[in-house]
């Protein structure tokens, strides 16, 4: 069984156009998360969700908007599409947000804007 | 969240010992030390943490400074499969919003 899912995996559109990721954990976790890997490899924090409520918002333009129907799910909608939006976008969950929680991760959607 | 320290890259043959530093010196009393690594093509994974005490799981073992400003993780026998980029992280305990701060990490080789 998969702990973390995303779909799709893999994701090809044009610049201006609007698209979704979505996530779903079966680990029964409250709090989920957004993470973006750039070109470069550098994996940096985008957004966070405990029980369904924003906690972290890391300065992420407004064109990127988290939704989290309940609490298994995170999905990421992005409008208006850009060159620099390209990226590999991590899903991850964890059982609470205390520093001592472990965090899964699913397997990423590689997004390529043209 | 404290910054972290580590080599860019080490190598490492198969079925040998690898250890790992990551140094930490700003660390506060309350922050926990994670480690993750993320192997080519796949998404971080979870390896191993601790706070003051030296720890030890499947994958791997931690041990943590007496001054907790540096710790090293121990991958006891190489294998080619642990080829990845390790990242240190510290997480500051109570809620901390779970905010992994990646830096650039360790790539490990491992050579056959």
């Known amino acids: 069984d998969t702990a973390v899912s995303q779909t799709p995996k893999y994701l090809v559109t044009q610049m201006g156009n609007d698209k979704s990721i979505k996530c779903e954990q079966n680990?029964?976790?409250?709090?989920m998360y957004w993470y973006k890997q750039d070109s470069k490899k550098f994996l940096k924090i985008m957004f966070s969700?405990?029980?369904?409520?924003?906690?972290i918002n890391e300065t992420v333009p407004n064109r990127f908007s988290p939704k989290s129907p309940d609490k298994a799910h995170l999905n990421l909608h992005i409008n208006s599409l850009e060159l620099g939006d390209s990226a590999v976008y991590f899903c991850?969950?964890?059982?609470?947000?205390?520093?001592?929680?472990?965090?899964?991760f699913g397997p990423g959607t590689r997004l390529t804007v043209l | 969240d404290a910054k972290t320290t580590q080599p860019n890259s080490m190598e490492s043959n198969e079925e040998e010992p690898v250890h790992l530093p990551c140094n930490h010196s700003?660390?506060?009393?309350?922050?926990?030390i994670h480690w993750y690594r993320q192997l080519p093509s796949q998404g971080p994974e979870y390896v191993i943490h601790?706070?003051?005490s030296n720890v030890n799981n499947r994958m791997a073992s931690l041990a943590i400074a007496e001054d907790r400003k540096s710790s090293t993780l121990i991958l006891h026998r190489a294998t080619l499969r642990d080829a990845a980029v390790y990242y240190c992280?510290?997480?500051?305990?109570?809620?901390?919003?779970?905010?992994?701060?990646f830096g650039q990490g360790t790539i490990l080789t491992v050579h056959p």
């Open positions: 991850a969950s964890s059982q609470s947000r205390t520093g001592r929680d472990t965090q899964y």
């Open positions: 680990l029964g976790h409250d709090t």
């Open positions: 969700y405990n029980n369904k409520e924003l906690i």
């Open positions: 700003t660390i506060s009393g309350t922050d926990y």
């Open positions: 601790g706070l003051t």
């Open positions: 992280i510290l997480l500051a305990g109570g809620t901390s919003y779970g905010k992994l701060t």
